[in-house]
């Protein structure tokens, strides 16, 4: 029998570092969003091109110029080899769950070695193959799936993040892969730990490990103890007794001069935020329940653009008003990407157009120094002060 699994492939980075967030998210609600059911077209359009099978909803351009990139990406890796789309694989062997299947958006078995590709189609947050808990997964159902067919001495795990331009993969051996299932393991041995933890009838949730990571896309983050003191000890740290006036004791600390405060600090900077944001909507879903939350209420929002009921009523009425063309309508060129999906496929009209464009470049932003891209040099302010200075002389 095949069962949704507690412990899947896709949520591994949560219950591998936080075993308890699994038994203290039993029962609470999913939340839905469009950037989730976004993410399912896209992988059922990837599913039915690879496949060869019709597709009949309408869909965006965009999505299917990514989903494109995608499936014509996986045909070059699979060439000449063995392609497997949407393949469920059993995980039980791994997690104990009876039953328990995850799926692998596209498996390659060539020659000696097996991959595992996945598409990824957010545009947030960039997605690294090296050590992605979620493809060491499969890779591991995979290699005991495919076993007949091998031996295989390699497995490339390969992460396909079209909308960012981003194709990332991980070449690992069979015996690293051996080393991670004994985490996978131990891991899944401590959750059902807490299964079997109980006090008075009521399950114990230990083993609770906040982090940015882990508590991401965790269900429970708003109601997790652990995560709520860890919060409540960054944000009040230096503070003797938050009950007294903060002013006198602002006194007391001196500012570190090198900033290690701040980095520590910024270091938690997104996991704070994500935490305020699950009790921001914990709040919203008890009030929309009509449960009480003291001191807050639901209120009506601000209203949305003004729009037309009936676009052709509204230009029959204009024209009957006599009103000019000019007047009717808002006219403007079309934008740089409007225009390379039009003249994309006639190089010499579109290298003409291409010269004609500008893009400006991103502003600073901070990142932690994990971030793959290279960090801006930028002179102190004394610097710029000077070299201000030294050209008003000059003038």
Known sequence: MTTHAKLSPSSAVRWMSCPGSVILSEGVEEEKSAYAEEG????????????????????????????????????????GHKLLVEQRLSIEHLTGEPGAQGTADAVIIADDELQIHDLKYGRGVRVEAERNEQLMIYALAALREFEALG????????????????????????????VFRREVKKAADTISDCYVDVRDGVPITPNLTPSEDACKFCKAKATCPSLRDFVLDQ?????????????????????????????????????????????????????????????YKLVQGRKGARSWIDVNAVEDTFKSMRLKVDQMYDLKLISPTSAEKLLKDTPKRWSRVANLITQAEGAPSVAPISDKRPAIKVESFSNLENAVEKEEVLA
């Open 40 to 79: 399912s077209l896209a992988h059922t359009l990837a599913e039915h091109t690879l496949k060869g099978l019709p597709f009949w909803e309408d869909l965006p351009d965009d999505m299917l110029e990514n989903v494109e990139i995608y499936t014509k990406a996986i045909a070059d890796y699979a060439k």
């Open 151 to 178: 031996p295989f001495s390699r497995v490339r795990l390969v992460i396909h993040q079209v909308r960012l331009n981003s194709l990332s993969e991980w070449d690992c051996s069979v015996d690293e892969l051996e």
């Open 235 to 295: 944000v009040t740290e230096g503070f003797h007794d938050l009950d007294k006036p903060l002013a006198p004791q602002l006194q007391d600390i001196a500012p570190p001069s090198d900033n290690a405060l701040l980095g520590n600090l910024l270091s938690v900077a997104d996991l704070i935020e994500g935490w305020l944001k699950a009790i921001r909507a914990k709040a919203e879903i008890e009030l929309l329940h009509g449960n009480e939350v003291p001191g």
